[in-house]
Structures are given as C-alpha cells and as structure tokens.
C-alpha cells in the first residue's frame, strides 16, 4: 500500500514507523509545510519520499492527515477534492465532531475514515516518533455508518496492523469522553506548572526538590500549544464543563481543609482510591 | 550498625534494602504494629528481627521512623526518652514543622534529625519497597543545627547511602516547597480521579479510553488516606495556600475558554511550557 502522511510529527511519524514495519506501508510520501520536519523524517527513515499535497495524494491509496486538528478541519474537504473513489483518507484527530461536521455533505464523504489513536507524548517533531507508541492503546472509529465499507475495512487493517484494540464511536460521545479521559488532564497540568512557576520564583528550588509524583503530574504540562490551543477551541463546551466540575471538586478539598473536617476529607481520597480499581 | 525501622512500609523497607545492600545495616529490627507487615519484611529479608519499641531501640545505633506524619509527630517524644547520647533518631515524614516543634524542648533533641526523602509512589506496604528508590533523588535534612554534630554526620551518611544529593532547609521552608513540589499535586489528582468517576459512570469506558496522559496524571489518586491525611493537616495552612493560586490559576483557563480568547490560551500554555526547560 503506498500511503500519503499529512503531517510527519509524532503521530504521523509514529504510525509510518509501525506500517513500515509491519509491512503494510510500501511507500510513503511526506507531505509538511515544515521542511525541518521533511529532512528529519527522510533522515530517520519515517518517510521515502517528499510530495507536495496534490502529487502524494495521487500516487496513494491512503492519506493520513496527522496535523493539529484546526488545520486538518481546514483541509480536509480539500483532500476529499481530489481523491478517487478507490482512495481512503483518515484523520488522526483528538477532536472528532467538528471534522465529521466540516465534511457531512462532501460528495466523497464516504471515503473519509474518522479515527483517534489514544496515545501521545508531551514531544513533538519526528524525531519524538516512537513504531511501538499505539501497541494495546485504544484506536478510536467515529461515525463508522458514515464510511464506506471498504474504506473502513482498510483503517479497520491500519489500526489493528499499529496493534491497537478497536473501539466504535459516535463522534459527539467522543469529545464528551476525551474531554474527561484527556483534555482536562492537560489543563490541570499547566495550571498545576503555572501555580508552581507563579510561586516558586527560584527555579533551583523545583529543580531540586522535584519528586517523581510531581513530574509525572506535571509531564503534560510540557506539550505545545501548536497541538493543544485547537483541541481546546474544537471541544470547548465539553472542556468548559469538565473543567467547572473539576474546580467544584478541588473547592470541596478547600472546605474540608478549612473547616478541618479531616473524615471529610479521608471521604475524598477514598473515593478518588477507587480510579486504583479501574487503572492499572 | 544496628538499625531500628519503626514502620516496615513503602519508605521504611525500600530503606532498609538500600541500607542493607550497601552494607551500612549489619542487623535491622523491624517495629510495626501491624503484624502483616512484620510477616512480609521477615519474607523479603527487609529485617532481621522483629522487636517491641524498648527492645528495637535499645539495641539500635540508630532508629528511623517511617510512619505516618502524625503519629511520628506523637511517637518521637517517647522515643526520644528511651535513648541514650551515643544514639541517633531520624524520620522520614513529608512535614517538617509539626515534628521539629514537638521536640524542640526535649532534652536529647540533639539526637534527632528531621530528614525528607523526595521519594515516593502511590503503593504502600513491605511489598513495594525497592532498594534503588532513592538514588538519585533529593534527601532534606531540616534546621541542621538543632542536632549534635556526630547526630547529623550520622544520618549524612545514611543519605549518601541511599545515593540521594543532600539538601539542607529550615522545617518551615521546607513545608511550604514541599506543598508546591508534592502535595498539591495529590490533590489535583485525587479530584482529577473525582472528577472523571463522577460523571463518567461507565467505568468501562474510562478503562478503555484512558491514555498514558491520563494515567499519569491520576497515577498520584490511587495514595493512600492513611499518610495523606496526615500530611494535608499538618501542612494546612501552605497547603491551603496552594490550592487558591491552584484554583486561580484554574480559572484564567476557563476565562479564557468562555471568552473564546485563544491568544490569551496560549500564553497560559506557553508559560507552562517553561516548566519543560526546569524538569528534564
């Protein structure tokens, strides 16, 4: 299968890696407004080729989109523009509903595979691609109705190919979960780097003290805004509502430390304890 | 040396097997109350012997503590009566304020050094103790000057035992560092953790869904309410401290988001970012 990668950075790095390896990938085109990206990717082997947008997806049989997922609700329907009905195209998105929304009515919907790897790194770039980074992680489908059978048999061989266990979605409840399982992770994470940065101004102090219980709470806090600003902004209100539902349960901590009320607050770790049942 | 452990847990027994390894332990007495515990240490070789506290301490060169907060804050008292000047006492707790004023007018206070390990993870018990746990990470001795010399000399050379880089504070800075470097971040998890188990009611989808981002994240909601406690109420006040600048800083993400203002999104990520050039 020749395969076309919008974007040679993490995940489409990544994932060329895995099919390369798994033989599924005989030839892959790199297509990246970053020529930075373009020469570390030729270098490591993560891609064969450069192409530019129209000659890459002509000569394959999949595209892959793995760019910030603005730019991929942008440039989507254009690809879709100039694929044939033997072509698949998939996406690679944290957001799910606002690229099914950009692209319901394209006469080539059909060809359109909507698909979310749960996995990523604070890193960026090809250099940070990793083959093995989706083994045993969940690989998302949304909207599978909306696909054509054949284009999703083909992403259904690319996702178990990259060795991850399938899960079909509807796009909506998407967001909502990944606003939960993802998002708010990293918004905790920044405002957790923000209030230490705001306060510990001698950054020896952190870099000292450090224990690995706050790097490892704080390790998303590293990711780019490039990445994270369009996730944000494509799955606000589901965001908006996790994140007030996250400050009601901090204030909860607040009031039981201020009123000392310490079975209270021996409540609020047990129940937290229970996250200890459902996550390895 | 004789060594005395009192709490044969997490920090207790990854000491003793560190201890032991570098051949700084000839004999380790192993003093718990909870007799799984004893069982357990006995079984993995992390002591030698059990002991009540009189015996334990009176054949010992040295006692540390590894129990939670509270009760090493009421226990070193007693323990402090039972020893003689050619011994030495350490803990190991995550305050340092309530212990080292609790003891400040005790005639063997100069036999004490309040020490902190930056070390820890959200297991508990003999059975998750490792011996190269510390290497590497900070080792805090407080207010230094309140233990004799040869006190101190000892217990430095526990922490270069234990491979860690030595960091000497007074309890009361210490206290405030240690409620921005390690315990705000538990109480962001533990409302992460109930946050995501409030709404999402499904667990399945949070055990299929759920990243390496988000597991790290929450890894810190599965600690125990045994020694959390204990630290949040003897460290109120900081702690409290923490988690309005935590809530503040919380807020301007979500100012930003309901003002749709990305540009001001992205210099709240941007800042946290920095945090990337701190911790490796």
Redesign the interface.
């Known amino acids: 299968m020749k395969i076309s990668i919008i974007g040679v950075g993490l995940i489409g790095g990544s994932m060329a890696l895995k099919l390369r390896d798994k033989n599924i990938a005989d030839f892959i085109y790199g297509i990246d407004n970053d020529k930075k990206h373009i020469t570390e990717a030729l270098d490591l082997k993560i891609i064969d080729a450069e192409a530019d947008l129209e000659n890459g997806i002509k000569n394959s049989d999949l595209v892959i989109l793995a760019i910030p997922v603005d730019a991929a609700r942008k440039l989507l329907p254009n690809v879709l523009d100039l694929i044939s009905d033997q072509q698949t195209v998939m996406d690679a998105g944290s957001t799910k509903a606002g690229i099914v929304n950009a692209v319901r009515n394209h006469p080539r919907r059909s060809r359109f595979v909507a698909f979310h790897p ?5 890193n960026s770039g090809p250099k940070s691609a990793i083959a093995e980074s989706f083994s045993g ?2 690989g ?1 489908i949304c909207n599978k109705e909306e696909s054509a059978d054949d284009a999703l048999q083909t992403v259904e061989s690319i996702v178990e190919a990259l060795d991850m ?1 399938m ?1 079909y979605m509807n796009a909506e409840d998407h967001d909502i ?2 606003a ?3 998002h ?17 101004r001698e ?1 020896e ?21 490039e990445m ?2 369009p996730i ?2 494509q799955n ?1 209100e589901n ?2 509502d ?6 009601t ?6 009031s039981a ?2 009123k ?1 009320n ?1 079975e209270y ?2 409540e ?9 049942g ?2 390895r």
């Open positions: 749960m996995w990523g790194t604070e992680k969940a998302v266990h899960i979960h990944t939960y399982i993802s708010i992770s990293h918004i905790t994470s920044y405002a957790l780097a923000n209030t230490v940065l705001e306060k510990e950054e102090t952190i870099f000292q003290l450090a224990s690995s219980g706050f790097s490892s709470t704080v390790r998303l806090a590293k990711s780019h805004p994270w600003v944000f902004k606000k965001v908006l996790v994140l007030n539902e996250h400050i349960q901090l204030r909860k901590f607040k430390l201020e000392e310490y607050l021996e609020l770790i047990s129940n937290a304890n229970r996250i200890r459902i996550l």
